[in-house]
């Protein structure tokens, strides 16, 4: 865990007090005829609104110690309320290299920790990393880093799922030549 969160000059008493931005839906009418997203999330004002709710907890915050990725999500929450969006899908990528996806289908265990769920209501952090891992993929910035240094072993990876695609992330990154097998087209 990296961020050192007592520098940040913050009213935690204000924030504690801030109402729970509520995200976007489709209407029932339109969502009952396809298989899309039901959830559209944030627009830019209501992803910063939402994580400008973060309290920002001394250390060690609830939210980073339930997170079984270990996120650093304080940070990259307070990016996120910065409208530094594409640093924000980066502090959650260093985790995860399927950020969008974890936002979506993560049961949002680090929310299970913060400490406004208390109160009102838990900052809506996966709906935050998805939002900020598709702003960051769409301008092209979360790629991954492929070494220099080639091993020339070559590996197979059955199956493109979250274990999978984090496996090939992970060799490739080591300078293995890595090829996914995928049963589903």
């Known amino acids: 865990m990296s961020s050192e969160t007592t520098y940040r000059n913050i009213s935690r008493i204000a924030r504690v007090n801030q109402e729970p931005v509520p995200y976007r ?19 830019d004002i209501l992803a910063m ?10 250390e ?11 996120n650093d999500v304080p ?19 260093r985790t995860s290299p399927l950020p969008e996806v974890c936002g979506r289908v993560c049961p949002n265990l680090c929310q299970e920790g913060c400490v ?10 996966g709906k935050l990393e998805a939002f900020v891992a598709d702003k960051a993929r769409q ?12 091993t020339g072993k070559r590996v197979a990876v059955v199956g493109s799922g979250p274990a999978g695609i984090t496996v090939a992330e992970d060799l490739i990154k080591l300078g293995h030549d890595v090829t996914v097998y995928e049963a589903w087209p």
């Open 25 to 43: 839906k489709r209407p029932v009418a339109e969502r009952v005829h396809d298989f899309d997203e039901i959830v559209m999330g944030y627009d």
């Open 49 to 58: 609104a939402e994580a400008a709710r973060c309290m920002q907890c001394p």
């Open 60 to 70: 060690p915050q609830a939210c980073t110690l339930n997170c079984p990725a270990g």
């Open 75 to 93: 940070e990259a929450v307070w990016l996120a309320s910065q409208g530094e969006f594409v640093e924000a899908a980066k502090v959650f990528a």
């Open 116 to 125: 406004l769920g208390r109160r009102t209501s838990a900052i809506s952090i």
């Open 139 to 150: 301008v092209g910035a979360l790629k991954i880093e492929v070494s220099d240094i080639k």
